[in-house]
């Protein structure tokens, strides 16, 4: 079986910073994009930051300028870094990849990592 794992959550001030880690075990052949989402309360599951296999990258509009995705593909880890972040920012954080193990290309999650912004 496939599991990623998250972490760095926790609890920062507002205009603080915090990054996230995620890294797969198990029999993973290749990867090809790697995500993070995020799901406030009461809210959808919403596509935070992507990055390729090739290393491009795509941020929500919200997010733009302060967080950083980047990818270890050595170590099949992906990571977002959080900077100048904001009260709004406070959701469960979940990785994602789009990778195959076995016959063919599949989405994982990570387990979901709380990040709480305070004012």
């Known amino acids: 079986q496939v599991h990623l794992v998250e972490s760095g959550g926790g609890l920062v001030q507002a205009g603080g910073s915090l990054g996230l880690s995620c890294a797969a075990s198990?029999?993973?052949?290749?990867?090809?994009?790697m995500g993070w989402y995020r799901q406030a309360p009461g809210k959808q599951r919403e596509l935070v930051a992507l990055i390729s296999s090739l290393g491009s990258t795509n941020y929500a509009e919200s997010v733009k300028g302060r967080f950083t995705i980047s990818r270890d593909n050595t170590k099949n880890a992906v990571y977002l870094q959080m900077s100048s972040l904001k009260p709004e920012d406070t959701a469960v954080y979940y990785c994602n990849y789009n990778a195959r193990s076995r016959d063919y290309f599949q989405n994982f999650w990570g387990q979901g990592i709380q990040v709480t912004v305070s004012s």
């Open positions: 198990g029999n993973i052949f290749s990867i090809n994009a």
